[in-house]
Structure formats: C-alpha cells, structure tokens
C-alpha cells in the first residue's frame, strides 16, 4: 500500500470508527458487533504503525492511550471557571428565583441538569478538533491533561456539523459505578489502599501519568456549557441542543421549566430517582435559561447570579461516640473531632467525624458514649447532626471544651461574636507554625510542590524552620540526610486510619526543594498575599487587595476605612489585614521575604497604554456589539481603573451595553451616576471601534 492509499484509507477508517464510538457511547445504539469494531481499529493501528506520520492529534487510535505526561502544564483559562452558590432547602430556591425575577424585566426561563459528583473539566476546540482539555485548579489558571481526556470515549476528538470555529465546552469528569468497583476489587488485590468514592477516583485518575492506565479506567464524560465570544444561541437549552448534535454527550435528564412548580418537581423526581442512576449526583444545578439575561445578571467574585446549585440531603448513619480529639488550626482555631465507632456511609467507612465548636457541642448536649447520627456534608466531610437521647446511659458524661490549647497549653480566647476559640500563641504553637508554612506552600500560594507529603513536619523538628521565612535560608547540607518516620494526614485531619510514611533527604529531595524555592520568586504578588496566610483572605480577595493597592507597601500603609472601599472587602477582612501588618514580627518577616527576592509589587503591564481611568471605580454592565464584556472589563484595569460589582455614590460612572439591569439603571439614576454607552467610552479612551486582542 502507497502512502496516498494509506492516508485515504486512515481518513475512512477514522470517521468510520468515530461513527460507530458516537452510535455505542453517545446513542447507545450500536450497529456492529465488539469483534467488528476490533477488526477496524487494529485495521487503524495497522496502517498508523507503518506510516506514523499521518497520525492526527484527533485520530480514534489516540484513546486507546499510551502517552506518558511527567508534569502538566499550568495554563490560563480564557473563560475562568466560577463555582456554584450551593443551598441546601428548597427556600433558598424560591428565594434566588424571586431576586432573578425581581432583576429582570419580562419572562424568566430556568433549565434543570442534573449536579454530576465529579471533575470539572474546561475543552477547547478550533475548527471540530479538540485541542485542550484543563482541569478547574484555582478558577483562573488549571492543569493541562488533553493527553489523558483523550482516552475518554464520550468526549469527541473531531466534531461533526455546523460548529462555531473556537469555543469551549464545559463538563464534568466521573467514575461510573461498575468501573469504579472494578478498580478497588483490582486494588485489594493488589493489597493498594482502595479509593473512598467514585469522585476522588476520577480526580486521582485524570492526574496518572501513564494515559494507558487512564483508558483502562473508563471514565465517562457530561457536558453542560458553551463558552464563546460571540454566542449564536439566544438560550442555554438552544446550545445544548446544538452541542449534543455535534457529537458531545449531553445529559438527557435535563428540563426547561418556566415557575417553582416546575421547578421543584424536577428537585423532587430526582431526590428518588439518583439512586437507579449508574454513576452519582450530589444535586439539581438550576440555571436562567437566556444568555442575554446572564449577562444582564451577572456574576460575583467566585460564582454567576445566574446559577445556583440545590444539594441533596446527605446520608444518615448511626454510631456511638467513643471520645473527642481537640485539633489546632493553622489561626489556631481549636475544633472538635469525634471518635467513633466504624459505620459505613456513602460508600465509606467513617470512623471520625467534626463537632464544629463548643456551641456546636453544648447546643447537642453531647456525652460519652452517646449514639449519634453521623452525616457527610457535601458528601466530603463526616459530621455529626444530632443524638438519640432514649439511648443514653444513666452515668454518661458529658463532652467538655478544652479551656487550654492542647498542643502548647496557652489559655483560649474567644472573638466577640463568634463561635470558634483560639490558641492566641501564633508564633509559638507547633500546629499554627507548620499550617502556616504548609499553606505557604501550597498549589494555589507559592505552590512549593518538592516540600509536600510531610517535609515541613521534618524542618519543623530539627529546628531549620519556624516561619516561612526559614524557608528562602535553607542550604544543600542542612537538607541532606534528614530522615523521620511521620503520618501523614489529610487536608481536613479526618483520615479514618493514620498513614505512616518515612521521609528522606536525599540528593535529588535536596536539589528539587532548593530549585522549587528559586521558582517559587516568581509567583506573582497576588499569591504571595495569600501565601501570607492572614486571616480571612482567601485567594480571591487577595486578589482585589492587591490589583487596588499595587504593592505590599501600599497596602501596610492602607487605613482600615480606605481597605474597605476595595471591591468585596468589608470591615472584618479590611481589620483582619490591619491587624496582621500591625505587628512588627510579620513586617520583619515580610522583609525578609523581600530580601529573598518575592514579589511584593503587581507586575507592571508592557503595554503602553496611559492612565486616565486612574482612581475610577466604574460598573459595567449589558452586552456590547464591538467588545466582549471580559474585554471591557480588562481595558479598564489596563488604562487604571477598578471594575466594581454594585453602584454606589462612590461609583465614578457605567459603561452600559444593551439590556442593563434595570435595578442598576435605576440605582444610577437616583444617584446622579453618568451612564456611558460603548461608544462613548470607546471615545473616552481613544479607543477605535474594534476587537482589541486583550488576552
């Protein structure tokens, strides 16, 4: 055979394969037997081992796996990947449809899907071919694993009909149960720990680097959403349409529901129904239908108004409670732990579980040896939500909070209004010292892979480190040679069994945390805020804090009324920040830091753009004809200005594209705030009427 026949036969093999793959794993209607459909592929397989050059990056050989990925890449999202609002009652429900319905003029549409227990998974294609697939991560930036998302079968490599030239779909990632009890049977075989449910076997498996074990797993793939620039469908349900004819795999079980009624009904059958599913849902996702009025809606800082996501009732279980561990955070929040006696709950076995704080205790009147009903909330995190009393005995006692810390034995204090008590010895406490190093560390801080699985616990004890500061002074000769057995624990310190590890310094361990350290100096300064660890800042704040006032510097200066004029920051954050930059040993850490070479300033942007927005808190708001939304949005804070959510008197003015909210225009109205069309602030800005390449 030729290579021109080659390449003609490869071409029809191909569309014939991923014909009869949509026709078996989209449709369930296949047309030809396994056997047949073998003889094609190793036909494929064939001709792409004697001519590897004709094989495309969307040719059905590529599931089949193989590819070995020793680091995956860290890429921006274009669309960043918000999460849900979660509620766990129905009120909350009829609430949020009474404020879309209070904010938008006109009919309101909802479409119903089902809230699959899985991965979220962002997929990018350019003329039908699919060329990335990345993971959430932290919602702006997620990890590139298109050579494992291959594999999956429910996820097209080529489209089929009249799709747009670039958009993204997002999906969810899950472990159907029959192959998720065939990898734990293959694992207690193997004596492997096996996995705790089906989620977090699809979250371990996406991240293997062998792509062969990847496709031997069968994972399954739904996709929910369409992202583009310029969006052909007026409604979400239109798109979905639309995408499901292209060859994605679209849920069936999905409704477009005009009131509450109709609302509920679907909440309702699917409560019973989710248990003769074959893979797990934790929910209803419940979305405004129109695209036009998602935009006129907007979003906050970490999830769409649009959307909201209604959780299922957990499972219940009964066990007895033997005893309480009293744990200490990394801002030396002091938080219960029960002990309890082994009960199965959602497919695991749980053997501890959170008591909350001393209210949460003294409100369940709890004692010794009482039966309580155990719950996962969010399926992720046991809890305990209330006692049998009629099974009480005569001489139980009762559980009483600790009135010491009980790592280091400082007197709790309580901040007025709240629940928590806390050890006040922050730079004296071991478990504070370590979870403030550790979250240092982290992926979504400085990201310092090479000191995980127990490193710091070890540094810790041998004296080399006691802030994070420690970290940027280590030397080769300090790191090589430690050694300790330590047990690992998880991120909630609730692992049913302690796991011990030994941990070693050895050459490579040495150089990969010193090398990590160097590359940890570029992290920009935004996660270096966070990095900080200052209570109640969370990545996203410290994010705004940081595009607001520019530089550490600034913000150490910043008083706590001009704190609070950021975005989202209110006054328990704005006091938090005020009081971590008030004591003199954090500034002395924060320079040494400096001194190491961390970034302490926002990168200056290269372009070339001036300034006059400076100082701006502007709104935007509607839909535009010559710029995306985001793109505005990114123009402002090019040329100076702050994007702000919500009008107030402090509003310099909108920019409004079509479709403002009403509420908004009213509230700008009222006081007196200029409302500018696209082509006025185009005119402002010197702008000509043209896409900008802004990302």
Not at 621 to 643: M, P
Request: contains cysteine; hydrophobic residues 35%; proline residues 4%.
């Amino acid at each position: 055979m030729t290579k021109e026949e080659a390449k003609a036969r490869i071409a029809e093999l191909s569309d014939i394969i991923d014909n009869h793959n949509y026709r078996y794993y989209i449709l369930a209607q296949p047309t030809i037997s396994d056997y047949d459909f073998d003889m094609l592929m190793n036909e494929l397989l064939s001709l792409e081992q004697q001519f590897p050059d004709l094989i495309t990056e969307s040719s059905p050989s590529q599931r089949v796996g193989g590819g070995i990925t020793k680091e995956f890449a860290t890429v921006r999202h274009k669309y960043p990947m918000l999460s849900l609002s979660n509620s766990y009652n129905k009120e909350e429900i009829i609430d949020f449809i009474s404020r879309i319905k209070k904010s938008i003029d006109g009919p309101v549409d909802f479409v119903c899907e089902l809230k699959f227990d899985g991965v979220s998974i962002s997929l990018t294609y350019e003329k039908g071919i699919l060329r990335r697939a990345v993971t959430r991560g932290d919602g702006s930036r997620g990890d590139d694993v298109t050579t494992n998302i291959k594999t999956i079968h429910t996820i097209p490599l080529r489209l089929k009909g009249d799709y747009p030239d670039f958009f993204e779909m997002r999906g969810e990632i899950i472990m159907p149960h029959n192959s998720f009890e065939k990898i734990n049977i293959e694992r207690e075989d193997l004596g492997l720990p096996t996995f705790a449910n089906p989620r977090n076997a699809a979250a371990g498996t996406i991240k293997l680097q062998d792509s062969k074990e990847v496709a031997n797993r069968r994972l399954d793939n739904y996709c929910y959403y369409m992202m583009m620039d310029d969006m052909p469908y007026k409604t979400h349900y239109e798109s979905l349409m639309a995408a499901r004819r292209w060859g994605f795999n679209i849920s069936e079980h999905i409704a477009l529901c005009h009131d509450i009624d109709e609302i509920e009904s679907f909440i309702n059958l699917w409560d019973v129904k989710r248990k003769a599913l074959s893979f797990d849902i934790d929910g209803i996702v419940i979305k405004v239908n129109d695209f036009a009025q998602q935009e006129e809606l907007g979003y906050t800082a970490k999830s769409p108004r649009w959307a909201i996501a209604y959780k299922f009732k957990a499972e219940e279980a009964h066990t007895k409670l033997l005893s309480v561990d009293f744990q200490v955070g990394r801002h030396g929040t002091i938080t219960p732990v029960a002990n309890l006696e082994p009960v199965q709950l959602a497919g695991t076995t749980v053997k501890r579980a959170t008591l909350h704080n001393a209210d949460f205790i003294k409100q369940l009147d709890l004692h010794y040896d009482d039966v309580v009903s155990v719950e996962k909330g969010g399926e992720i995190i046991p809890k305990i939500t209330g006692v049998d009393l009629q099974c009480r005995k005569d001489n139980s006692i009762p559980v009483s909070f600790v009135s010491k810390c009980p790592e280091c034995g400082t007197p709790l204090v309580q901040t007025e209004g709240e629940a928590a008590w806390y050890c006040p010895n922050s730079l004296g406490c071991p478990p504070q010292i370590k979870g403030r190093i550790e979250h240092f560390i982290s992926r979504k801080a400085m990201n310092i892979e090479s000191l995980g699985e127990g490193k710091i616990e070890v540094l810790f004890d041998n004296h080399l480190v006691n802030n994070y500061a420690d970290l940027y002074d280590l030397k080769y000769e300090q790191l090589y040679g430690l050694e300790k057995v330590i047990e690992i624990k998880d991120e909630y310190n609730l692992l049913q069994e302690p796991v011990l590890r030994k941990v070693s310094f050895k050459q490579k361990t040495a150089d990969n945390i010193l090398e990590s350290l160097q590359k940890s100096k570029k992290v920009p300064f935004a996660r270096v805020l966070f990095a900080l660890g200052i209570k109640y800042v969370g990545e996203t704040t410290a994010k705004l804090i940081a595009n607001a006032e520019g530089s550490v510097d600034n913000i150490i200066k910043a008083s706590t009324e001009e704190l609070k004029q950021i975005d989202e920051v209110g006054e328990k954050i704005a006091l938090s920040v005020r009081e971590f930059f008030d004591d003199e040993r954090n500034i002395d850490l924060v320079n040494r830091l400096k001194a190491a070479g961390l970034q302490f300033e926002q990168e200056k942007r290269t372009s070339t753009e001036n300034n006059i927005l400076a100082g701006k808190s502007i709104v935007v708001s509607g839909s535009f004809t010559n710029f995306s939304r985001e793109e505005i949005k990114q123009l402002i804070e090019d040329l100076g200005g702050k994007n702000v959510s919500s009008i107030s008197s402090k509003t310099d003015f909108v920019v409004a594209g079509e479709k403002m909210g009403p509420e908004k225009k009213k509230k700008a109205e009222a006081l007196n705030i200029p409302v500018l069309s696209e082509e006025e602030f185009i005119a402002m800005t010197g702008r000509k009427n043209s896409m900008l390449t802004l990302f």
